[in-house]
T-cell receptor, first 112, second 110 residues
């Protein structure tokens, strides 16, 4: 399985600012996925990121709020824009190898 | 829409006892059922999975059972140890979408 790393591991941000989260995979993967895990809750898919095309967003998530880049097959970024306290969550990137889904360690975001 | 219900939300057991977590899914097209363990400060880690053509799978102290007719599957942990304490998520996948359960917080008391 490919190893996934994320930066930053955690951050505390002021409302109205933006944060870009980086996800690096140590081998090439076709699709990468971004999830949000609100405190004490399950995982919710934000979007699917393919290299060379625009990300596909799930219902309730929009590109203006969560712009995603996928410049190559090993890297992706998720930006949380114009943050509010409701954006305080763990953000996880993920990929599939065969039928197995792997997750990064997560970025813990607290918005004050 | 599709959903996965997971019970209980919290489970506390004594070390050495067994723990059982149950999930029910709604999408009859689901054919892959993974279980994840999430420790504090970490991302979810796959611990076991089962596919729809199999009724039971075991890996050392953990086992998963699947009843496709009833659309439910369960995780069984035997001889629990303090390091089993974590949040466990079930999931069901059909096609390109994975639906996760709400999670079970397992406490194993030494």
């Amino acid at each position: 399985s490919a190893v996934i790393s994320q930066k930053p591991s955690r951050d505390i941000c002021q409302r109205g600012t933006s944060l870009t989260i980086q996800c690096q995979v140590d081998s090439q993967v076709t699709m990468m996925f971004w999830y949000r895990q609100q405190p004490g809750q399950s995982l919710t898919l934000i979007a699917t990121a393919n290299q060379g095309s625009e990300a596909t967003y799930e219902s309730g998530f929009v590109i203006d709020k969560f712009p995603i880049s996928r410049p190559n097959l090993t890297f992706s970024t998720l930006t949380v824009s114009n943050m509010s306290p409701e954006d305080s969550s763990i953000y996880l990137c993920s990929h599939w190898t065969g039928e197995t889904q792997y997750f990064g360690p997560g970025t813990r975001l607290l918005v004050l | 829409g599709e959903n996965v219900e997971q019970h209980p939300s919290t489970l506390s057991v004594q070390e050495g006892d067994s723990a059982v977590i149950k999930c029910t899914y709604s999408d009859s097209a689901s054919n892959y059922f993974p279980w994840y363990k999430q420790e504090l400060g970490k991302g979810p880690q796959l611990i076991i999975d089962i596919r729809s053509n199999v009724g039971e799978k075991k890996d050392q102290r953990i086992a998963v059972t699947l009843n496709k007719t009833a659309k439910h599957f369960s995780l069984h942990i035997t001889e629990t140890q303090p390091e089993d304490s974590a949040v466990y998520f079930c999931a069901a996948r059909g096609g390109f979408k994975t639906i996760f359960g709400a999670g079970t917080r397992l406490f194993v008391k030494a």
